[in-house]
């Protein structure tokens, strides 16, 4: 499994691991039963401590994208893909939010925004299916 | 500034309590109390010069406080000091070796010290650092000879590992060896481990905790993750008239671009947003810091404020 750890980006690490395992879930790359290094594993591996590993670990068990098996280890759960699906809508929450803080401080009216979004969005839709990330 | 750690149920590893060290007139540690849990990483982060050494001192009993106390797992100092030097583990960059030994008779040596010595460990680590054991200590390179300390320090199974700036002038290599050996160290239970370091990336990697030292005095102590969450970079445009929010509680630093205000914030929260709100700040933007830029303005705040006052 390749999770990019950045300290310097100022996001704590843990966040940093839980969402790169998230994305690896709704892009398919991590699929459900699939087996979760262990925490000791991960931390070494990462050069991060293991309460960091755990708590990320423990944040996606609560969210139910992985469970743990007694004595087997840590797996996908198979609602994983469905929990990622609000994970899709905070990216895109965020960025949203971005673009129309953009747009408040340039000064376009509310009607503006709303027209600029419409006609985004129909341009979007109309010129077939989005290219897939990554690519 | 001291630590809060209601609810916790840890014991604590190291408590020092107002401690201080003067070396003739000079004060190179000021009322620094700080206490490291049982089973977490604590990261003692400061330029060169800080006070991060002999406060790492202090706490090994090398050096005598010349005010304040000293708890380490469970005793004052000076209570049972070979009980303590067969639980703690130590690695300084003055790395203590002897030159005429070879690396094999180091390890027997440093043995014979230690009833709780773990010789499959010992076996291990010199296949994994790839240390030649017929080879005389003052032979090893730079590297080896932290390898080979770290590999003395770490097969007696100590409950407590104290390093001083270990990575320091090594080459990258050496330092993820240390890294991650510390990291397999802490995933065994109650481990603990106090560590000085002005390498950030290393302390936001593997710290619990953070304790940021200048001058001698601990200007912020916390949990890694409350600091992050506590201090925030905030952007807004600023339209034409410029906010005045320097003096607004938790505004650490202002810093004026053409059309744009960059804050950073200590204290980041509703107070703090409504109060950026009545001066006039719209829209405000809230971003994350890295540790890198907390502990350089902290530092400089610090400056500062000593310079006015």
Known sequence: ?135 | MSQDFDNIIYTDAIETRNLGRKFGKFEAVKDVSLRVPRGTVFGLLGVNGAGKSTIIKMVMGHLRPTSGEIKVLGRTLGEDPLGIRRRVAYVSENRYLYEWMTVEESVRFTRAFHETWDDKKATDLLKRFSLPPEKKVRQLSRGNRARLCLLLALSFNPELIILDEPTSGLDPIVRRDFIENIVAEIAEEGKTVLFSSHIVDEVERVADYVGIINDGELLLVSTLDDIKACYKRVRYATNGTRPEVANVPGVLAVENGRHEQVLTVSAWGDETLQRLGERGVRNPEVLPISLEDIFVNTVRAERERRANS
């Open chain 1, 1 to 135: 499994m390749f999770i990019n750890i950045d300290p310097s980006s100022g996001l704590p690490i843990y966040i940093q691991i839980a969402q790169q395992i998230k994305t690896a879930v709704a892009m398919g790359r991590l699929q459900p039963e699939d087996p979760l290094p262990s925490v000791r594993q991960l931390a070494v591996e990462l050069a991060v401590n293991p309460n960091t590993v755990a708590r990320a670990y423990l944040d996606l068990e609560i969210e139910g994208v992985i469970y743990k098996r007694q004595g087997a280890g840590t797996f996908v759960s198979s609602q994983g893909v469905e929990m990622s699906k609000g994970e899709r809508r905070r990216v895109l929450n965020e960025l949203l939010e971005k673009a129309l803080v953009e747009g408040v401080n340039l000064g376009l009216s509310e009607r503006e925004l709303r027209e600029a979004f419409e006609r985004t969005l129909e341009k979007i839709l109309h010129a077939g299916a989005p290219e897939p990330v990554g690519q």
